[in-house]
């Protein structure tokens, strides 16, 4: 499978969990410069407002799938705030133990199960291109939910995901 994560957006830049930004100009760009490397359409999307815009800019074909099981982790009340805006017992807490829900989301072992669940079910679609939001492509590239945060990904970045899982 190979993994396109959308192009970069304020929040990405302003480091804020949640919400649906679009991409930002440099995003765009970003985008752009990748598309050049491509060698196929894209046909499957999450359904963040970047990830579809990333797609259609990246050629995505005419019956392209925006996929809600591609959606970005749920951070509940977290939604549009930065890391300074939360208590750093629960944030700390979060990012130790894959089940802690502090925010009322999903937890990270809900979340990275959902998407690899998603994976599991795309096994007869070959290698074709998916376009997701960062913390869905980590969850893609990620054995389990121990190594999500161990998992680094950039905007606008072509992986390779091998984990058949």
């Known amino acids: 499978m190979q993994i396109i994560t959308a192009g970069r957006t304020g929040p990405n830049r302003?480091?804020?969990?949640?919400?649906?930004?679009v991409l930002d100009q440099r995003g765009r760009r970003d985008v752009l410069a990748l598309s050049a490397s491509l060698t196929r359409p894209?046909?499957?999307?999450?359904?963040?407002?970047?990830?579809?815009?990333?797609?259609?800019?990246?050629?995505?074909?005419r019956g392209l799938i925006v996929d809600d099981a591609l959606r970005t982790l749920d951070v509940g009340a977290w939604s549009g705030l930065s890391p300074e805006e939360i208590d750093p017992v629960d944030?700390?807490?979060?990012?130790?133990?894959?089940?802690a829900r502090p925010h009322g989301g999903e937890s990270v072992a809900q979340f990275v199960d959902r998407v690899h669940?998603?994976?599991?079910?795309q096994a007869e679609h070959g290698d074709g291109y998916v376009v997701v939001a960062m913390p869905v492509a980590q969850a893609l590239l990620c054995v389990d939910a121990d190594g999500f945060f161990a998992r680094e990904v950039r905007p606008a970045t072509h992986y390779t995901c091998t984990d058949a899982r």
């Open 14 to 21: 302003s480091v804020r969990f949640g919400g649906d930004p």
């Open 42 to 61: 894209i046909d499957i999307c999450g359904p963040e407002a970047a990830t579809r815009d990333t797609a259609e800019i990246l050629g995505a074909t």
């Open 91 to 99: 944030l700390g807490g979060w990012f130790t133990d894959p089940e």
């Open 117 to 121: 669940a998603w994976r599991a079910g």
